[in-house]
């Protein structure tokens, strides 16, 4: 098995990610660009908006945090659920708060990517395997490694993200029966959760 252990050297940070949907993405994203500086007075600083692939409505926000306990606050205000309401959020939202552990923000081309989380038995395990397969061989598979994420509230839950350098390949491989193996002897628990989605200028 081809080994390779390179990765982008970064700093640790931490994320708030809030995943939803809207019934205008225009409207939507007028409204949250209104409340930057609310965030901040919590801590939450802008980072990363992306829309689904398959559902331009789905949207997925990735802004960096100081306090996760703040960041938690600032997720169970009433005034962001009105605020979100007349954004036009349909549904109820998702939130995650995470620790970054790898990051490559090296600028490249390709703003589609792919979002894969799912929980391990042991992330030592687990990342041992990943680091087993190597950066090249999921770039051949038309995947980019660009981080790597822990949930702050159960550590074995685990978030990757790829760029993606060729959307037909990274499709097939992320569904191949080599991939769900080798998740398997990674110590993956559960079928992993994907989104596909393009990230959206700042």
Known sequence: MHRDTTVAASEPFKLIVIKHKVADYDKWRKEYDSHDSGRQAYGINHFVVGRGMDDPNTVIIMDKMDDVVKAKEFSAMPTLKGAMKIAGVIGQPKFGYYEVIRNDDSKINSKDRLMVTHRVK??????????TEGMAKRMEEG???????????DPNMVTVVFAISDLE??????SSEAKRNLMKEAGVEGAPQMLFYQLEDK
Request: proline share 0%.
């Open 122 to 131: 042991d992330f030592d395990a687990w990342l041992k395997v990943y680091d």
């Open 143 to 153: 995947l980019v490694d660009r981080g790597i994420a822990r949930s702050i509230d």
């Open 169 to 174: 390949k990274a499709k097939a491989s992320i």
